[in-house]
T-cell receptor
Framework: AQSVTQLDSQVPVFEEAPVELRCNYS??????LFWYVQYPNQGLQLLLK??????LVKSINGFEAEFNKSQTSFHLRKPSVHISDTAEYFC????????????FGQGTRLTINP | GVTQSPTHLIKTRGQQVTLRCSSQ?????VSWYQQALGQGPQFIFQ???????GRGNFPPRFSGLQFPNDSSELNVNALELDDSALYLC???????????????FGEGSRLTVL
């Protein structure tokens, strides 16, 4: 069984400041890792994913995450945030084999202040 | 994309509810998730080619159907207050082209049980 821990429930930052949202996972088998974003009253949108290969993955809107197997982490970073990044961010893990069951963390609410 | 209906509904304890989902065209796998307020989504079950292909920790009163026309249903019997949540449907092409690891989510159906 897998589990995901998002270490911060809320992260307030000022616009144009850097941000890191922390995610740690637990699993006894190989996993895929994901970050999803949820804007108010909307469903989930995939932000980025790690399946294999390069441990640093990037999104089109400036976010990046690094898979660290030894520390079982998949932290999300952005060097300069914008007001429009205000949302709930969910880290998720799934087994690399078998049914695509995603196990989500509790979420981190990112609030950008002007 | 993935569309869900209804977007909002209110039921009373003991009633039954059916939520509907139309998958992205060509997707043969659909999953349902329950997202309680302030929580991350939790996996209910997954259907692949009209058969259940994995189930989370939900009682049998949660059941589903997948139809050949890219549509699916989530049924919940004997509603309880704790069933109040956002129910998310997600589809993917796992099974035919291999696992991409990406689920496409709908915007959800918000169920309130009074």
């Amino acid at each position: 069984a897998q589990s995901v821990t998002q270490l911060d429930s809320q992260v307030p930052v000022f616009e144009e400041a850097p941000v890191e949202l922390r995610c740690n996972y637990s699993s006894s088998v190989s996993v895929y890792l994901f970050w999803y974003v949820q804007y108010p009253n909307q469903g989930l949108q995939l932000l980025l994913k790690y399946l294999s290969g390069s441990t640093l993955v990037k999104s089109i809107n400036g976010f990046e995450a690094e898979f660290n197997k030894s520390q079982t982490s998949f932290h999300l970073r952005k060097p300069s945030v914008h007001i429009s990044d205000t949302a709930e961010y969910f880290c998720a893990v799934s087994e690399a084999q078998g049914a695509q069951k995603l196990v989500f963390g509790q979420g981190t609410r990112l609030t950008i202040n002007p | 994309g993935v569309t869900q209906s209804p977007t909002h509904l209110i039921k009373t304890r003991g009633q039954q509810v059916t939520l509907r989902c139309s998958s992205q065209s060509g997707h043969n796998t659909v999953s349902w998730y329950q997202q309680a307020l302030g929580q991350g989504p939790q996996f209910i079950f997954q259907y692949y080619r009209e058969e259940e292909n994995g189930r989370g920790n939900f009682p049998p009163r949660f059941s589903g159907l997948q139809f050949p026309n890219d549509s699916s249903e989530l049924n919940v019997n004997a509603l309880e207050l704790d069933d109040s949540a956002l129910y998310l449907c997600a589809s993917t092409t796992a099974g035919t082209r291999g696992r991409t690891g990406e689920l496409f989510f709908g915007e959800g159906s918000r169920l309130t049980v009074l």
